[in-house]
């Protein structure tokens, strides 16, 4: 995602600069000079003065155990020790909202990623040439019911549907993982519907799928993904569809219901 991100700010005429994390940025998208250790929110901060930038714009899979202690890429330094003072164990969803809030407070503001990098964005229908049966249908209308009742601090923005009922949800694990942990606990047939979380603020993250996505749902027999279209970014699109068609899986976007309104 980082990629096509700076491929989509670079082909919208704008000038970019990549910045990332030791021992998690790819490291053929960021040269060694513009790597910080997660946590150095002052050697950020300094860092985007230095090359003036004037938005940030935040992409790429963030796994929230990195930020666990002891973690040999986590070095956080007064600024975030003292921004993460008093936060609860766990809370991940929060502490990324108070580093982006803190960052806006000291006129660095952080872009929304579905304005962004709206080309990227999943748009209403299928994403390849097999289209969902009916009862997939009703699985994603289960689906987004069980999601829009989650509760805001929780990180996970999917889960998994068979028959109507909801049989596993996303943790910090990712979806990869929630499909495999769905095939084998429910077995064949499980649809997995994916969408902006209640309250998601789209500075930090938004649902993303791409290809490997597809070629982990290959793995479930008959099982089926959606996506809330306009909240969910695609990797690829071209090779989401090729997959899909490839292993004849649904993979299709289902019409938002607004979820990020008012964020």
Do not use: Y
Request: glycine share 12%.
């Amino acid at each position: 995602m980082p990629g096509q991100a700076a491929r989509c700010l670079s082909a919208a005429g704008m000038d970019v600069t990549t910045l990332g994390f030791e021992g998690i940025s790819d490291p053929d998208l960021v040269a060694p000079g513009d790597r910080l250790r997660l946590g150095q929110v002052e050697g950020l901060m300094d860092r985007m003065r230095a090359s003036g930038v004037t938005t940030l714009l935040i992409v790429g899979r963030f796994d929230p155990t990195l930020a666990a202690s002891p973690s040999p890429v986590f070095e956080p330094d007064e600024t975030a020790r003292r921004l993460f003072a008093g936060a609860s164990q766990g809370a991940h969803v929060a502490w990324m909202s108070t580093i982006a809030d803190f960052l806006e407070e000291e006129g660095l503001p952080l872009a929304r990623q579905d304005v962004l990098l709206a080309p990227l964005l999943a748009q209403v229908g299928p994403l390849g040439e097999v289209s969902p049966s009916p009862s997939q249908r009703a699985d994603v209308e289960a689906g987004k019911a069980a999601l829009a009742e989650q509760s805001p601090g929780v990180l996970g923005q999917a889960v998994a549907v068979k028959g109507g009922v909801v049989v596993a949800r996303e943790t910090e694990e990712g979806t990869d993982a929630l499909i495999r942990r769905a095939g084998r606990e429910a077995g064949p047939g499980i649809t997995i519907v994916k969408a902006a979380r209640p309250g998601q603020d789209p500075r930090l993250d938004l649902p993303a799928i791409g290809p490997e996505t597809v070629a982990v749902l290959a793995e479930v027999p008959g099982a089926g993904l959606a996506v809330e279209a306009g909240a969910t970014l695609v990797i690829d699109a071209a090779a989401v569809a090729r997959a899909a068609n490839a292993h004849a899986r649904a993979v299709w976007a289902f019409e938002a219901d607004d979820a990020l309104e008012g964020a």
